[in-house]
Nanobody, 117 residues
């Protein structure tokens, strides 16, 4: 079992920056893929960014060039650095861990990011 806790969300002005963290517990996740998803008001949950166990990176077109995903396996933690934030980035951001062996997905409870224009 993996438990995930996101932190770092908050209220920021357009053009500002935030850094989200995802702390994992329960077991070592260094062999898992990690990702971030978000769900804006009245919208479905959407993919934001992912980093594989080999540290291959992938981003949605809407955040490419502005967001950076990373992980620190020694701390069992993932990060999402968000720059040049826009009002449309307002959403609850969820951390995801994908177990490549069992193919099970784990989710955190989310952290709210609100960007004021």
């Amino acid at each position: 079992q993996v438990q995930l806790v996101e932190s770092g969300g908050g209220l920021v002005q357009a053009g500002g920056s935030l850094r989200l963290s995802c702390a994992a517990s329960g077991r070592d996740i260094k062999f898992d893929d990690m990702g971030w998803f978000r769900q804006g008001p009245g919208k479905e949950r959407e993919f934001v960014a992912a980093i594989t166990r080999f540290e291959t990176l992938r981003y949605s077109d809407s955040v490419k060039g502005r967001f950076t995903i990373s992980r620190e396996n020694a701390k069992n933690t993932g990060y999402l650095e968000m720059n040049s934030l826009k009002s449309e980035d307002t959403a609850v951001y969820y951390c995801n861990v994908h177990d490549n062996w069992t193919r099970r997905d784990y989710w955190g409870r989310g952290t709210q990011v609100t960007v004021s224009s």
